[in-house]
T-cell receptor, first 115, second 115 residues
Framework: DAGITQSPRHKVTETGTPVTLRCHQT?????MYWYRQDPGHGLRLIHY???????DKGEVSDGYSVSRSKTEDFLLTLESATSSQTSVYFC??????????????FGAGSRLTVL | AQKVTQAQTEISVVEKEDVTLDCVYETRDTTYYLFWYKQPPSGELVFLIR??????QNEISGRYSWNFQKSTSSFNFTITASQVVDSAVYFC????????????FGKGTRLSVIA
């Protein structure tokens, strides 16, 4: 067990409401990532973090914000959820994110449905 | 820009057949890493293999083998004597070695092995 947990695992919400997904790791890895998985699109990077309070945007960052106030937690927030954000969200951690060699370890995923 | 193309969206084979999953990548970096991940029906993402751009040796692990060819920018994955348990979505991914470079994933190939 890689020591990465996501919460909640399932959430149904309504359009316009704020949603926060949490990723928690016990590995003390520096790098953390949020991806979303959609049919026909594979895995797409939303945001990632390379240290406490150090974050950067990914390919599909619009409509999402992140925060990392401590090493073990990486939060993904949808300020005002839309139906297009219905997806499965995966958090990942990496020990060697500053080189291409990094192997990602993924959480179990959070399924979000926006009605 | 980095890009990974998995042209095969879905493949269906009969148990014990061999099957090859194709992966073509694009990058301007001279040093990079290629990965394969597996996502079984249970939904978790499992790391299978990592290769660096300087190592074109083919890799074999049990029934799995990987063929890396820089000349064609391909990193194909072959399963020999497929089994029902191989049914999953398989993702190819690419990461450059220039710092803070998250993985870019292909859209995945769904493999169904029929008994």
């Amino acid at each position: 067990d890689a020591g990465i947990t996501q919460s909640p695992r399932h959430k149904v919400t309504e359009t316009g409401t704020p949603v926060t997904l949490r990723c928690h790791q016990t590995e003390n890895h520096r790098y953390m990532y949020w991806y979303r998985q959609d049919p026909g699109h594979g895995l797409r990077l939303i945001h990632y973090s390379y240290g406490v309070k150090d974050t950067d945007k990914g390919e599909v960052s619009d409509g999402y914000s992140v925060s990392r106030s401590k090493t073990e937690d990486f939060l993904l927030t949808l300020e005002s959820a839309t139906s297009s954000q219905t997806s499965v969200y995966f958090c990942a951690i990496s020990r060697d994110g500053n080189s291409g060699a990094n192997v990602l370890t993924f959480g179990a995923g959070s399924r979000l449905t926006v009605l | 820009a980095q890009k990974v193309t998995q042209a095969q969206t879905e493949i269906s084979v009969v148990e014990k057949e061999d099957v090859t999953l194709d992966c073509v990548y694009e990058t301007r970096d001279t040093t990079y890493y290629l990965f394969w991940y597996k996502q079984p029906p249970s939904g978790e993402l499992v790391f299978l293999i990592r290769r660096n751009s300087f190592d074109e040796q083919n890799e074999i692990s049990g029934r799995y083998s990987w063929n890396f060819q820089k000349s064609t920018s391909s990193f194909n994955f072959t399963i020999t004597a497929s089994q029902v348990v191989d049914s999953a979505v398989y993702f190819c991914a690419l990461s450059a070695n220039s710092g803070n470079t998250p993985l870019v994933f292909g859209k995945g190939t769904r493999l169904s092995v029929i008994a």
